[in-house]
């Protein structure tokens, strides 16, 4: 029997493009563990059968044990992870991998995905979306929203939350309705 870890998705797929094949191997899946169940619920011949489930055996998609045949259904997990492209993280400009870290698991194409509950996390978060606002610049409230709201289109949070935020936590001030940039790190 070979093993099917070394097989490609694209023979895994090939091996599965015989309706037979299919049939058996979906029998398999739902608790058929002989041929004559097979049969049973497939409704396809047992000289058919047989010769489906002797293809799949040596392709190692299907073996025994002492209750009967038994399908290696963690071998589709394999190969979809083998098909599936390399995960692409963002890069979010941090040399810290802790920090980076922390930023791929809230912030995921400008859009916050959530906020951290413990204080150094949320607080880097917090840094990060304040590089939005230039220092020295002053900004109305309505310009404030602008620079806000796409970091709240996942909805994690709103943009009067996330000001709120930035303005406890010292990054951005505010003073006859205009705010600034206060606080955080400056590039």
Not at 37 to 42: F, G, H, S
Not at 101 to 111: E, N, Y
Not at 167 to 173: A, H, M, R
């Amino acid at each position: 029997m070979s093993e099917l870890a070394s097989m490609s998705p694209e023979e895994l797929v090939g091996l599965l493009a015989d309706a037979d094949r299919l049939a058996a191997v979906s029998a398999l899946a739902l608790g058929a563990r002989t041929n004559p169940e097979i049969v049973e619920r497939t409704g396809i011949d047992g000289k058919r059968v047989s010769k489906a489930v002797t293809r799949l055996a040596k392709a190692g998609l299907v073996g025994s044990d002492a209750d009967g045949l038994v399908l290696h259904a963690h071998l589709f997990a394999d190969a979809a992870r083998a098909a599936a492209p390399p995960k692409q993280y963002e890069d979010h400009g941090y040399a810290d991998p802790k920090a980076e870290a922390t930023l791929r698991a809230f912030v995921r194409d400008g859009q916050l995905t959530g906020m951290p509950a413990q204080p150094t996390r949320r607080r880097l978060v917090l840094e990060h979306v304040a590089r939005s606002f230039e220092p020295g610049v002053h900004y109305p409230e309505r310009a404030v929203t602008e620079l806000l709201e796409p970091w709240c289109a996942a909805g994690a949070t709103d943009h009067v939350t996330l000001r709120r935020y930035l303005v406890d936590e010292g990054l951005l001030s505010r003073e006859g309705g205009e705010y600034w940039r206060s606080g955080g790190p400056v590039d």
